[in-house]
């Protein structure tokens, strides 16, 4: 079984300061890790995914995160944030077996609120 | 191309009533899935379908139905609803080729569902 735990619920920032949303995840298989955000009334869009390779992701928005096997987090950071930034973000995690053929749901964290304020 | 949409975007019902969540994807992807988002516990997975034909329970399917129309078409229904199934609801599709799981999900703006 996998599961994801976002580290804090809200985060209160000031416009032009970085930020970092903590996720750490726990799978017995190989992972595949994603950060969605959710703009007020709307629904989810992909920001990033680390699907292998370099564990430094870039993602849309100046956002990028970082995976970290041996922590087994993958935090999300944004050098100096924007009003616009305003939002909740989940993080994800989808599993795969060693046979590569297994389905994987995708199971998502709580939600971290990032608020900006001018 | 419209992505992945989504009918109703409000519904109130009172218990006991029954309505069917409509979702469509133009993206020719195989797989679908519906979610439900409630305050401080993200989303959780109510049903998914692998590919056209095929239907399966997530992790919180009891009071749900669904329906694989086509490849297109993914319905969620609420045969009796209670209080406890307001929510926010999302579908999602993703292309899910050859049993991978590394693909992204796309996901439509959500109904957000009120029971009295």
């Known amino acids: 079984a996998q599961s994801v735990t976002q580290l804090d619920s809200q985060v209160p920032v000031f416009e032009e300061a970085p930020v970092e949303l903590r996720c750490n995840y726990s799978?017995?298989?190989?992972?595949?890790l994603f950060w969605y955000v959710q703009y007020p009334n709307q629904g989810l869009q992909l920001l990033l995914k680390?699907?292998?390779?370099?564990?430094l992701v870039k993602g849309i928005n100046g956002f990028e995160a970082e995976f970290n096997k041996s922590q087994t987090s993958f935090h999300l950071r944004k050098p100096s944030v924007h009003i616009s930034d305003t939002a909740e973000y989940f993080c994800?995690?989808?599993?795969?077996?060693?046979?590569?053929?297994?389905?994987?749901?995708?199971?998502f964290g709580q939600g971290t609120i990032l608020t900006v304020h001018p | 191309n419209a992505g992945v949409t989504q009918t109703p975007k409000f519904q109130v019902l009172k218990t006991g009533q029954s309505m069917t969540l409509q979702c469509a994807q133009d993206?020719?992807?195989?797989?679908m899935y519906w979610y439900r988002q409630d305050p401080g516990m993200g989303l959780r997975l109510i049903y998914y379908?692998?590919?056209?034909?095929?239907?399966d329970k997530g992790e919180v399917p009891n009071g749900y139905n669904v329906s694989r129309l086509n490849k297109r078409e993914f319905s969620l229904r609420l045969e009796s609803a209670a209080p406890s199934q307001t929510s926010v609801y999302f579908c999602?599709?993703?292309?899910?080729?050859?049993?991978?799981?590394?693909?992204?999900?796309?996901f439509g703006p959500g109904t957000r569902l009120l029971v009295l």
């Open positions: 994800a995690v989808r599993g795969e077996n060693a046979g590569g053929t297994s389905y994987g749901k995708l199971t």
């Open positions: 799978s017995s298989v190989s992972v595949y």
């Open positions: 680390y699907l292998s390779g370099s564990t």
């Open positions: 993206m020719n992807h195989n797989s």
């Open positions: 379908s692998a590919s056209e034909g095929t239907t």
């Open positions: 999602a599709s993703s292309e899910s080729t050859s049993g991978r799981v590394r693909e992204t999900q796309y």
